[in-house]
């Protein structure tokens, strides 16, 4: 079955689309990439899905009108990557305004029940009627509903995708958010174990938004990390972030821009105010590093090892100076992108989102309760069809 895959990140930089080919048993498929596509949001809209995601107020009329210009771009993204539109069925993501997942350790014990809940701006009928097919979207809710935090979503489908080897596996993400997934091995004592996945915190968020702020808006990103490797890292300062709640607590955890927006920025700028510029990002850089860092040694002092590999994709891929402090701060496993093992870097996501869709289509669970903290494995998103 031909699936295409959407998805706009945290980044809120545009849509990644995959067209991809399933056959064969859902935990297991043979699959292949046919085709991928990317288009960028204008940065008008850009501009305004950061501005919301981060909490700022917004006229109903303008959400409305941002969630049809969302769709539009999800559409022309289809398009570009399958003009036959050989595709049977759509997964789509959505573009994430808000997230709101449970507390950790939601125990009830004063007696209330708090629910998580996640938006990701869509007009589904809509794109189900631009792009001609079936569209399965809102993958978070019925995980939510479950009491699970309704992220990473990925783990599950990375696991899927990229089989086992003979130690532990390890794919991260580096998006806006840093999120990883860990593969047990194929063979030994741990082969039985759960596929593990969480949010780390922080990956290009915060980088982007000091470039932004120390170009005046001319810069969305920090090119190959140039700016990071003329600085210093400022280590005692970073080792101070790393003893904050959400560093120090277990999965199942995610998190996203509400979080890790602008105001945390503005926080930890003011910590490194005496900093040069290039410090202060050179400093930031080493953070969305060493969250991931601490998360794995944190694994190893429960009696879990460290994976063999580590492959990495999203758009952080992308800058040197990130790369290279992952290498020096994840000591003994082996850093290296995705794209080795013909994994695209920047088509990851989709590729995922078009399998959990057709997961919906084969009526097969996409979460995990090891992942998640949901009560039970379900199927996840809703579908649409054409009017």
Same mark, same amino acid.
């Given at each position: 079955?031909? !699936? &295409? $895959?959407?998805?706009?990140?945290?980044?809120?930089?545009?849509? +990644? #689309? /995959? @067209?991809?080919?399933?056959?064969?048993?859902?935990?297991?498929?043979?699959?292949?990439?046919?085709?991928?596509?990317?288009?960028?949001?204008?940065?008008?809209?850009?501009?305004?899905?950061?501005?919301?995601?981060?909490?700022?107020?917004?006229?109903?009329?303008?959400?409305?009108?941002?969630?049809?210009?969302?769709?539009?771009?999800?559409?022309?993204?289809?398009?570009?990557?399958?003009?036959?539109?050989?595709?049977?069925?759509?997964?789509?993501?959505?573009?994430?305004?808000?997230?709101?997942?449970?507390?950790?350790?939601?125990?009830?014990?004063?007696?209330?029940?708090?629910?998580?809940?996640?938006?990701?701006?869509?007009?589904?009928?809509?794109?189900?009627?631009?792009?001609?097919?079936?569209?399965?979207?809102?993958?978070?809710?019925?995980?939510? !509903? &479950? $009491?699970?935090?309704?992220?990473?979503?990925?783990?599950?489908? +990375? #696991? /899927? @995708?990229?089989?086992?080897?003979?130690?532990?596996?390890?794919?991260?993400?580096?998006?806006?958010?840093?999120?990883?997934?860990?593969?047990?091995?194929?063979?030994?004592?741990?082969?039985?174990?759960?596929?593990?996945?969480?949010?780390?915190?922080?990956?290009?968020?915060?980088?982007?938004?000091?470039?932004?702020?120390?170009?005046?808006?001319?810069?969305?990103?920090?090119?190959?990390?140039?700016?990071?490797?003329?600085?210093?890292?400022?280590?005692?300062?970073?080792?101070?972030?790393?003893?904050?709640?959400?560093?120090?607590?277990?999965?199942?955890?995610?998190?996203?821009?509400?979080?890790?927006?602008?105001?945390?920025?503005?926080?930890?700028?003011?910590?490194?105010?005496?900093?040069?510029?290039?410090?202060?990002?050179?400093?930031?850089?080493?953070?969305?590093?060493?969250?991931?860092?601490?998360?794995?040694?944190?694994?190893?002092?429960?009696?879990?090892?460290?994976?063999?590999?580590?492959?990495?994709?999203?758009?952080?891929?992308?800058?040197?100076?990130?790369?290279?402090?992952?290498?020096?701060?994840?000591?003994?496993?082996?850093?290296?992108?995705?794209?080795?093992?013909?994994?695209?870097?920047?088509?990851?996501?989709?590729?995922?989102?078009?399998?959990?869709?057709?997961?919906?289509?084969?009526?097969?669970?996409?979460?995990?309760?090891?992942?998640?903290?949901?009560?039970?494995?379900?199927?996840?998103?809703?579908?649409?069809?054409?009017?």
């Amino acid at each position: 079955m031909r !699936v &295409l $895959g959407l998805m706009s990140g945290t980044s809120a930089d545009g849509v +990644d #689309a /995959a @067209l991809a080919q399933f056959k064969g048993r859902p935990d297991a498929p043979d699959w292949a990439l046919l085709s991928t596509a990317s288009v960028p949001y204008p940065a008008e809209l850009k501009e305004r899905l950061v501005h919301v995601a981060q909490g700022e107020a917004i006229s109903a009329s303008h959400l409305l009108e941002m969630s049809v210009a969302v769709t539009e771009m999800q559409a022309k993204a289809a398009q570009l990557c399958d003009p036959q539109r050989s595709a049977s069925l759509v997964g789509c993501h959505g573009q994430t305004i808000w997230h709101a997942p449970p507390p950790p350790q939601n125990d009830r014990s004063d007696g209330v029940l708090r629910r998580g809940a996640s938006w990701q701006m869509l007009q589904a009928p809509l794109l189900a009627h631009l792009v001609g097919h079936p569209v399965v979207h809102d993958f978070r809710a019925a995980d939510l !509903v &479950l $009491g699970g935090q309704g992220a990473p979503l990925v783990p599950m489908a +990375d #696991a /899927a @995708l990229m089989g086992r080897i003979d130690g532990w596996r390890g794919l991260l993400n580096l998006g806006g958010i840093a999120n990883i997934t860990l593969i047990p091995p194929k063979a030994g004592p741990d082969r039985q174990n759960p596929v593990l996945g969480w949010d780390c915190g922080p990956a290009n968020t915060l980088m982007d938004l000091t470039m932004a702020r120390l170009s005046e808006g001319r810069e969305v990103c920090d090119q190959d990390g140039a700016l990071a490797a003329r600085g210093t890292v400022c280590e005692e300062t970073l080792q101070r972030w790393l003893q904050e709640p959400y560093f120090l607590s277990s999965p199942p955890k995610s998190t996203g821009r509400e979080v890790f927006g602008q105001e945390d920025l503005n926080r930890r700028l003011r910590q490194l105010g005496p900093h040069a510029p290039e410090d202060q990002l050179a400093t930031l850089t080493a953070f969305s590093a060493a969250v991931v860092a601490q998360d794995l040694r944190r694994l190893t002092s429960t009696g879990q090892p460290l994976p063999v590999e580590l492959l990495v994709a999203g758009g952080g891929c992308q800058n040197k100076t990130l790369m290279q402090q992952l290498r020096q701060r994840c000591l003994g496993v082996h850093v290296r992108p995705s794209s080795e093992l013909d994994l695209p870097e920047q088509f990851r996501e989709a590729l995922v989102f078009a399998l959990l869709a057709w997961w919906h289509q084969s009526g097969h669970p996409g979460n995990a309760p090891a992942i998640t903290g949901a009560s039970k494995a379900t199927v996840l998103g809703h579908r649409v069809d054409p009017a």
